[in-house]
């Protein structure tokens, strides 16, 4: 458990008047269609070149995160 001074538990209601929004189908299902289409997008005009730079930054990112583990 959080010390109350830090907020307490962060498995209780959240701080504040207002929650966030739920995550609901509809935005799932719209945020897939952006990363489908940028994919498609980037299959039809730019040579599959942003998957493989995603990639690498991807495996350099989660070296760093070892790094400070």
Do not use: H, Q
């Not at 039809?44 to 070892?66: D, S």
């Amino acid at each position: 458990m959080w010390p109350v001074r830090w907020g307490g538990s962060c498995n209780k209601e959240p701080r504040g008047a207002l929650a966030p929004p739920p995550m609901t189908n509809r935005i799932a299902f719209v945020l897939l269609a952006l990363i489908v289409a940028f994919f498609v997008v980037d299959y039809l005009w730019l040579g599959l070149g942003a998957p493989v730079f995603l990639g690498r930054k991807f495996i350099e990112f989660i070296e760093f995160l070892a790094f400070w583990r």
